[in-house]
Nanobody, 127 residues
Framework: QVQLVESGGGLVQAGGSLRLSCAAS????????MGWFRQAPGKEREVVAA????????YYANSVKGRFTISRDNAKNTVYLQMNSLKPEDTAVYYC????????????????????WGQGTQVTVSS
């Protein structure tokens, strides 16, 4: 098991930027594929971005492609989500998630496949 703590959320105007961080406990961070998900009121949780344990492979939802960047620093046990050109529709609670894998080349996009979740951080984009 790994404990996850997100930070970096807040209120920003449309067109602005935020960087979310997710710090993980433990000494085997590189063996975890990581994902960022979000959930807006009345909507289902959806994947935003995912990254393999090695950091070499990434995935982005179409709605954020070209605006968001997922990255990780395995030496710091941290995964990041850089969010640029934010839109009001990006408003949601953002969660990071971790899933242990046997290979560093896989990422996962389904929330049900992740066993470890952070508490979430609110991102609000005003128009």
């Amino acid at each position: 098991q790994v404990q996850l703590v997100e930070s970096g959320g807040g209120l920003v105007q449309a067109g602005g930027s935020l960087r979310l961080s997710c710090a993980a406990s433990g000494r085997t961070f590189s063996s975890y594929a990581m994902g960022w998900f979000r959930q807006a009121p009345g909507k289902e949780r959806e994947v935003v971005a995912a990254i393999s344990g090695s950091g070499e492979r990434t995935y982005y939802a179409n709605s954020v492609k070209g605006r968001f960047t997922i990255s990780r620093d395995n030496a710091k046990n941290t995964v990041y989500l850089q969010m640029n050109s934010l839109k009001p529709e990006d408003t949601a609670v953002y969660y990071c998630a971790a899933r242990q894998t046997t290979t560093g080349t896989l990422y996962f996009t389904r929330a049900s496949t992740y066993g470890n979740w952070g508490q979430g951080t609110q991102v609000t984009v005003s128009s």
